[in-house]
């Protein structure tokens, strides 16, 4: 089954400056990575995903990016602000169906003020 | 985006009774829902993926005597935790695929089990 990683698993930046969070997974056959980020307590929710059909998504300060032949994605966060501290989770699966989502084991990124 | 909504948001029950989690997505129908448990400072464990009309798909160690699960509507998915003990405590939480909208699989609010 898939396997994701993720690092590093503590994160501790600068207000105004970039962060950014690596995953790599197993299988090629995934093609659906999201990033969720969670607050103590609360739901993940869904702030930026990409489908393996392209190599670089950006929504505002977030942006992904997906090398399909290394089997690795980022999320990069630019300009921090301390609203951005939470726990980051990548996740990877096969868009389709029933297919699971397998999490990688969270990113706690503190903004420093 | 879509909503799922889940309850109870915290629940204090005693050793050895069961207690029930509902998962519903609100506006969008889901024949799949997953089920997943967090330990503090822990990442989501797939419990299992809950299929309507169908037998869920228990992820491996994960006693499915123990915690049953129900997906009787394409809106409804509940998770029991029998014959619950304290070590049983945690945050469990659901998400739904909206196959609808974009494939995007949306969590429910989570649910504090804590059993004394």
């Known amino acids: 089954g898939e396997n994701v990683e993720q690092h590093p698993s503590t994160l501790s930046v600068q207000e105004g400056d970039s962060a950014v969070i690596k995953c790599t997974y197993s299988?090629?056959?995934?093609?659906?990575f999201p990033w969720y980020k969670q607050e103590l307590g609360k739901r993940p929710q869904l702030i930026i995903d990409i489908r393996s059909n392209v190599g670089e998504k950006k929504d505002q300060r977030i942006a992904v990016t997906l090398n399909k032949t290394a089997k690795h994605f980022s999320l990069h966060i630019t300009e921090t602000q301390p609203e951005d501290s939470a726990v980051y989770f990548c996740?990877?699966?096969?868009?389709?169906?029933?297919?699971?989502?397998?999490f990688g084991t969270g990113t706690r990124l503190t903004i420093i003020p | 985006g879509a909503v799922v909504s889940q309850h109870p948001s915290w629940v204090i029950c005693k050793s050895g009774t069961s207690v029930k989690i509902e998962c519903r997505s609100l506006d969008f129908q889901a024949t799949t829902m997953f089920w997943y448990r967090q330990f503090p400072k822990q990442s989501l464990m797939l419990m299992a993926t809950s299929n309507e009309g169908s037998k869920a798909t228990y992820e491996q160690g994960v006693e499915k005597d123990k915690f049953l699960i129900n997906h009787a509507s394409l809106t409804l998915s509940t998770l029991t935790v029998t014959s619950a003990h304290p070590e049983d405590s945690s945050f469990y939480i659901c998400s739904a695929r909206d196959s609808t909208g974009g494939n995007t699989i949306y969590f429910g609010e989570g649910s504090w089990l804590t059993v004394v």
């Open positions: 299988d090629s056959a995934s093609n659906y």
């Open positions: 996740a990877a699966s096969i868009d389709f169906g029933n297919e699971k989502l397998t």
